[in-house]
């Protein structure tokens, strides 16, 4: 469970916040001065500290800089009732997540929140190895190897991509992240960041996916206060925060037209007028731009820019899917595996034979994300000191079940009778629908058009029943 420590001299605030954040799963603490902040965090660790401005014995920018100079591996949120834009890039310069004006909203607060602690885990080094391991176990463990907390791996796709990322990122090269969804492409472009000249800068992260027209322009460059109906406040856009570090644009792919040509405009001057306002503030940005979409593709079709593809393209990275990474899948399982331990105040050891074979058999359509999450929930439901089959997801244990049956019975001499080739057909339909459907059984009675009663004998017939 996430710890965080709430500094705030307004009891009530304090008290708000910290119902509605453990509500949301996260242990809270509260000081209303910033003396008491630093004996709880002399006392133990914190993975963030929410911090007002304003404080009866001194002011966020002086909690800030002691947090960052005793505790460097927790973050820090910086939340006043009114808004300076020079007092907020300064902030950030120091070394803050983010700096949030009053009225707080639920919603929002919670969002950056956990970007700020994802942020900060990024930052940090990873636990130690445990000792009691199998030999294998070991192996995969020491096969990885950490560019600051880039976790990779020695398989020819994992080398090559390492070494694309030691090339690039200690040059100013705007670079374009290709590949599937869930293969890790964040994670790289903070790899490039922590490796590059800019790596004591902001490295803010921009989710386009979800960004609609509307609010893109105030998302990407800020707006004034007043500047249209709903501006309570002035905000600062993703690039002023990014100023001299990184941008990092997920899934570029989905922005509209419009709103291309506004991010050809910046990209080229290197200068942005927050909307409202007619003031030009200097850029100094790297850009990292990501896609699951082929941009060339796009550009054929008209959804994107050429102008601005060749403005991003100065360098590009292909991420290959887990599927095409051997071995390292277990170096992401045991990276994932610290992770959910801490989380969890867990002290799971390992997997166990069975869920090491499972995990290198398994295709992972949604790769590392989905490894993570396999991981995460895995250990939640063990007890004991290794992962079991058992905690694993249903699709996942049958896969690698079905896979082992149809590579014995291949090497099966068949009868070649009639009945018996009726069989084998249908086992075939079965075993492809269920591979297709990632073994969701519902879905696959009902393209084999038969119901889920049937499914399940047909398949405990086959020897591939859970």
Known sequence: MRKILIVDDEVNIGVLLSKFLTRNSFSVSTATSGVAAMDYLAKEAYDLVLCDYRLDDTDGREMLIKIKESYPSTGVIIITGYSDIKLAVELIKLGAYDYITKPLYPDEILNTINKAIETQIALNTNQSETSSET??????????KQVDNFVAGQSPASKELLKQIQLVAPTSYSVILTGESGTGKESVAKAIHLNSPRKDRPFVAMDCGSLTKELAGSEFFGHEKGSFTGALYTKIGH???????????????????DIQAALLRTVQERKIKRIGSTKEIDLDVRIIVATNENLSNAIQKGKFREDLY???????????????????????????LDVANQELSRNVQGFSEEVVDCFLTYNWPGNVRELKNVVRRAT???????????????????????????SSISRIEKPRDLKNAALEAEYDAILKVLREVNFNKT????????DRKTLYNKMRAINLDT
């Open 135 to 144: 030999a294998k176990q070991k192996t995969a463990k020491q096969a990885y």
């Open 239 to 257: 690039f002023e925060m990014a100023n001299g570090g990184t941008l990092f644009l997920d899934e570029v792919g989905n922005l509209s037209y």
């Open 310 to 336: 060749h403005r991003f393209n100065e360098f590009s990275i292909g991420l290959p899917p887990l599927s095409q990474r051997g071995d390292d899948i277990m170096v992401f399982a045991y990276t994932f």
């Open 380 to 406: 939640l439901l063990t007890e004991s000191q290794e992962i079991q089959l058992k905690a694993l997801p249903l699709e996942i244990s049958t896969y690698a079940k079905a896979s082992a049956i149809e």
């Open 443 to 450: 879905k696959a009675a009902k393209i084999l058009n038969i």
